[in-house]
């Protein structure tokens, strides 16, 4: 394979065999790859590129004014993370980033208050770039709006109900960061990511235009993925997975570092369910049914039916020095 399958999702709005053969093309491309680029997505392009402007900016800061709002500083697993700051399999990943949330007030801690809600709580924003805010609370409805159509498309792909993820999604919790990989100089690849799965149900990621890095597992070879103009590259996560019984495959995939005096700039959003939601199992047609292969059974990747489980699994192994200073309860071995 030389790249990854492009999907058209203004299909939706055509007629019923433009719709029904995009939904086959999705169950298609998520069973066999568990990748696809997605134009006809309608997200303005003007508004791709403010997010991009802005992200620049943003990291042009003085580092002062990034480390105010350190994730250190919160308990949600908010803001800046400082290059280095981040961990996948346990290495540093180079890169530097903010991570923003749907802004909602934090959950009390208590007995009967299961750990995850720590990750529901407002943002961390840089007093010097107020545009910041503006850009990533528009990003975040509109991908929302783009996942939540995915979604019942690939319900209906699976001999399922439009609805059957809908109560899961009420509300949605939606996540973004922006991302900076810096140029590295390096014998073999360095790693801005390291090589994971994506914890959740859906990623729509989006990468300046013409930026290589972005690698996904296919047959114990890594594919180089560029998308085209204006695409977001989608992938699914555990959960799905989880939800289809193995059918679709949440799939490794790893960012390796740009060359000595470049750097790359990215924007995953990822669509997730209610913290406290589990995700309902499609029982597939008997044809798809005979293709699941099983859920992933990791002993060193447990995976979690309820959201909110999950994705703190994630949080803790990446940023262990936000758990020191926010959580110490939950440090391993604690």
Known sequence: MTGIPVLDLSLLNGTPDQQAAFRDDLRRATHEVGFFSLVGHSVPAELIDRAYEVARAFFALPESHKLAIENVNSPHFRGYTRM???RTQGRVDIREQIDIGAERPAVPAGDDVPDYWALQGPNLWPEALTELREVAE????????????????????LGAPADTFDAAFTPSTPYLKVVRYPGVEAEQPAQGVGAHKDLGVLTLLSVEEGKAGLQVEKDGEWIDVTP????????????????????????????VSPEPGTER?????????????RIPSIELPPALAAEAAGATDDPANPLHAVFGENWLKSRLRAHPNVVEAQHPHLLVGA
Request: no cysteine; net charge negative; aromatic share 10%.
């Open 84 to 86: 280095g700051g981040e």
């Open 138 to 157: 528009e990003w975040i409805a509109r991908l929302d709006e783009v996942g939540t159509r995915l979604l019942r498309a690939w319900a209906e792909a």
């Open 228 to 255: 085209p103009p204006g695409a977001f590259v989608v992938n699914i996560g555990e959960l799905l997975e989880i939800a289809t019984d193995g059918y679709l495959k949440a799939t490794l995939h790893r960012v």
């Open 265 to 277: 700039i990215s924007i995953p959003y990822f669509h997730g369910p209610s913290l406290d939601a």
